[in-house]
């Protein structure tokens, strides 16, 4: 009830769906309640009296109710499915959606294996859960009620086994239950874990192979796998013991009403009939607890599933993007970015020591280049992050075209923002599709143009379909220069007011680095922000600003650093090699 509670928001527009279901399944159990009636006439009326008509005429009635109430409960289980299926695409739309919301915060804490389990394993599980509580979340306690109501009629003097009998049974039933949530929920985050080691490992294959890592990533794999089973015994057990101890014990209440009603038979205060049809309506109250039994791992599992589900929806983006905030001009030329006293830390309670970066006062001019020089952990990445809100500053103001990025439209400033990473990310599909990733309208000589700027269209035209060829996923029919180049390709058909390289030409050779270095010169209408390890992707800039430790240490030209910057010239001398003069 707990996991159906979650999910209504999802279900509601499908209700009809689950009411028609319902209530064909109602029909079925009061189908099914008349036929101990039938039973007990054919015995009482019909063989007693050695009347065969009768027998026969109720015999036919009971195979048409049969019918009937099995036409019901199929009628039930089609009308099950389809709201089953309409919620969960519903639902599984929305979460992938809001996962999209995300911010980079987000997304560092939940794990990629995580997601993708609570978008395939968790979902199917609610699923299932689904597709049955139209059938048996209304026939459980009609069924109950109705037979109990029945047993009182028939011979009071039993139902004292039956008071018995039906609290024991449910609560055995109740304590699985709850130790078994416990149980799946922790199953569902051993589950995670699985996936998330067997994801790196498919990912990492290369370097698991270069650093002949194979046994310990197997042996990593096998602890994450046994710490499953493990659970997932435990869980199996414990219903595996529920079962037969719940048929011995309504095994034990049949003997019971036997016993005692054998003798109320004896002495004419039962018919055998009613004898019968009483201990047909005793399996009518068992059925529904041991049905309920049986499903309960699929519920208890649905209920855990559903609340990690529930976990991610709820999850709130790190940056609350303004939808409605204002928009950038468009055409007005290129934009102007600052950073106004900027402090960022990845954790929400780390001090301001502790900050990846700490204190940038910067600002660059529309229109000009600057390079952002710095060692790996600097905080280069992490800077340019900041500048279309992947994150936002801890402390601190980021302004693009004069105005805080908070206040912005968020399609409006990363639409005005080009970025290439430097491990781009490719999908699968051909060359000239993620060309046009994130300018789907680009013309074909739009994409030409940019690929030729970026060095990768001689590539590309040797390829046996040329731009049609396909792309494997991440490119890994490519390499990583390859990948690069038609990462900054595809940065250029935005045509964005700002262009971010994020050390994406640290996989292309020094000749193609300064051919591509060309087009950076060129590009008069747009601001760009180099972000390099390398200093001779830095050379060109109208500015250089170099990073240490998270703090700006030096800025300014390639000959104004070399003069004032003990850092940059250390730099000079062990990337180049040359002497400063």
């Not at 279900?11 to 039938?38: D, E, K, Q």
């Not at 994130?438 to 000589?445: C, E, F, L, S, V």
Request: net charge negative.
């Amino acid at each position: 009830m707990n996991a159906i509670r979650l999910i209504w928001p999802w279900a509601r527009p499908y209700w009809r769906f689950a009411a028609a279901g319902s209530l064909a399944s109602v029909v079925a159990v009061l189908i099914n309640l008349t036929i101990p009636l039938l039973t007990s006439r054919i015995i009482d009326e019909g063989i007693a009296a050695e009347d065969s008509s009768l027998v026969f005429s109720t015999a036919l009635l009971m195979i048409g109710l049969i019918i009937a109430g099995m036409a019901c409960s199929a009628i039930s289980s089609l009308l099950g499915v389809r709201f089953a299926f309409h919620t969960i695409t519903d639902l599984r739309r929305d979460l992938y959606g809001h996962v999209q919301t995300l911010s980079f915060g987000n997304l560092d804490r939940l794990t990629s294996g995580e997601i993708l389990t609570r978008l395939t394993s968790d979902v199917t599980k609610v699923t299932s859960l689904l597709s049955i509580a139209v059938s048996f979340v209304v026939q459980i306690p009609v069924s109950f009620v109705g037979a109990l109501v029945a047993i009182v009629l028939i011979d009071v003097s039993l139902v004292p086994i039956v008071f018995v009998m039906v609290p024991v049974i449910m609560i055995l039933v109740w304590y699985v239950i709850v130790r078994s949530n416990v149980l799946y929920d922790r199953l569902q985050g051993r589950l995670d874990r699985l996936n998330t080691v067997l994801q790196e490992n498919i990912q990492g294959a290369e370097v698991i192979k270069a650093f002949v890592r194979q046994d310990h990533e197997i042996e990593r794999f096998d602890v994450a796998a046994g710490d499953l089973a493990d659970d997932a015994t435990l869980v199996n057990q414990l219903v595996a013991a529920l079962f037969p101890t719940l048929i011995l014990l309504s095994s034990m209440g049949i003997a019971a009403v036997l016993w005692i009603g054998g003798g109320n038979v004896i002495d004419g205060d039962l018919s055998q009939g009613d004898l019968v049809a009483f201990i047909q309506f005793m399996a009518f109250i068992a059925m529904p607890m041991m049905f309920f039994a049986f499903l309960q791992p699929l519920l208890s599992a649905a209920g855990a599933s559903m609340k990690r589900i529930v976990e991610v929806t709820n999850e709130d983006a790190d940056v609350m993007v303004a939808e409605q905030g204002e928009s950038l001009p468009t055409g007005a030329g290129p934009l102007d970015i600052s950073f106004e006293n900027v402090y960022f830390h990845y954790r929400a309670d780390a001090e301001h020591a502790e900050c990846a970066i700490r204190g940038i006062d910067l600002h660059i001019p529309g229109g000009s280049t600057i390079a952002i020089l710095g060692a790996t952990g600097s905080g280069k990445s992490t800077l340019v992050n900041l500048i279309p809100r992947f994150y936002d500053a801890s402390y601190g103001t980021v302004r693009v075209g004069g105005k805080d990025v908070r206040d912005l439209n968020k399609s409006s400033l990363r639409r005005s923002i080009g970025i290439a990473l430097q491990e781009p990310y490719l999908f699968s599909g051909s060359v000239a599709d993620n060309l046009r990733f994130g300018r789907p309208d680009a013309t074909d000589d739009e994409i030409v143009a940019a690929a030729t700027a970026a060095q990768a269209h001689d590539f590309i035209t040797a390829m046996e379909s040329g731009y049609d060829s396909t792309i494997e996923q991440g490119g890994a029919n490519l390499s990583g220069g390859q990948r690069q180049r038609i990462a900054i390709a595809r940065t250029l058909v935005v045509d964005p007011k700002v262009l971010i390289f994020d050390d994406s030409t640290s996989a292309v050779d020094l000749e193609t680095e300064a051919k591509i270095q060309e087009i950076f010169d060129s590009l008069t209408d747009v601001t760009v922000i180099l972000v390099a390890q390398r200093i001779s992707t830095a050379l060109g800039a109208d500015a250089i600003v170099l990073l240490d430790d998270g703090e700006i240490v030096a800025q300014g030209t390639h000959a104004e650093l070399l003069l004032t910057s003990p850092i940059y010239q250390e730099i000079y001398r062990s990337q180049l090699g040359e002497p400063v003069s």
